[in-house]
């Protein structure tokens, strides 16, 4: 079957640097995806990966390893609105979007 | 403002009966997708459409029907609801079907009872 695996919860400072990592076994790879949500909110699109390596947007970073089945979302400089949810996605052969249950990422002053 | 627009916000429902969830967009995205969204759970999706004309069934179609007669509307009904129904839905859309990044609307939180 296919599945993607985040950590539940997270737990940071803020001004700190957090690193929310995701696993995946899928049928295909077409690419990774990461979105923010808010709670009571719609998810919002962060970063895309489709080849390994670094992609950097401001305090955002993407990391993939396809080989590995691994990415990891890097946030530097927390700020307290970064409290909310981080969904990884994985594009399958289909094209279809696999999700994973989301990681709460907590910020403490 | 371009988006996607969700309506209700919020509803609750007796077992039983029929409820259409509607979702427009001003983008002119090809595609369009419904989810639902658990707790503790991923988003999973019900039914997506690549483009005007055409559905297809995703993870979880059981119980619920689509049509997409134009580019802008995808309605989601539900024929005769069920207490498992019972969820957070979202529909999205992008440019060109699979390839691209989709957009979320703000979603409607149905409760049936």
């Known amino acids: 079957g296919q599945n993607i695996d985040q950590p539940t919860e997270m737990t940071a400072t803020e001004g700190a640097i957090v690193q929310i990592n995701c696993t995946y076994q899928?049928?295909?790879?077409?690419?990774l995806f990461w979105y923010q949500q808010h709670a009571g909110e719609a998810p919002t699109f962060l970063s895309y990966?489709?080849l390994d390596g670094l992609e950097e947007k401001g305090r955002f970073s993407s990391f993939l390893s396809r080989s590995k089945g691994y990415s990891y979302l890097l946030l530097k400089e927390l700020q307290m609105k970064d409290s909310a949810s981080y969904l990884c996605?994985?594009?399958?052969?289909?094209?279809?979007?696999?999700w994973g249950a989301g990681t709460k990422l907590i910020i403490k002053p | 403002i371009a988006g996607i627009t969700q309506a209700p916000t919020s509803q609750i429902l007796a077992a039983g009966r029929r409820m259409t969830l509607r979702c427009t967009q001003d983008?002119?995205?090809?595609?369009m997708y419904w989810y639902r969204q658990d707790l503790g759970l991923g988003l999973r999706l019900i039914h997506y459409s690549n483009t005007a004309g055409t559905t297809g069934k995703g993870e979880v179609p059981d119980g619920y029907s689509v049509s997409r007669a134009n580019t802008d509307d995808f309605p989601l009904t539900l024929a005769s609801a069920v207490p498992s129904q019972t969820s957070v839905y979202f529909c999205?859309?992008?440019?060109?079907?699979?390839?691209?990044?989709?957009?979320f609307g703000p979603g409607t939180r149905l409760t049936v009872l």
């Open positions: 990966n489709v």
């Open positions: 999205a859309s992008s440019a060109r079907g699979g390839e691209d990044t989709q957009y």
């Open positions: 996605a994985v594009r399958d052969s289909n094209y279809q979007l696999i």
């Open positions: 983008m002119r995205h090809n595609a």
């Open positions: 899928t049928s295909g790879f077409n690419g």
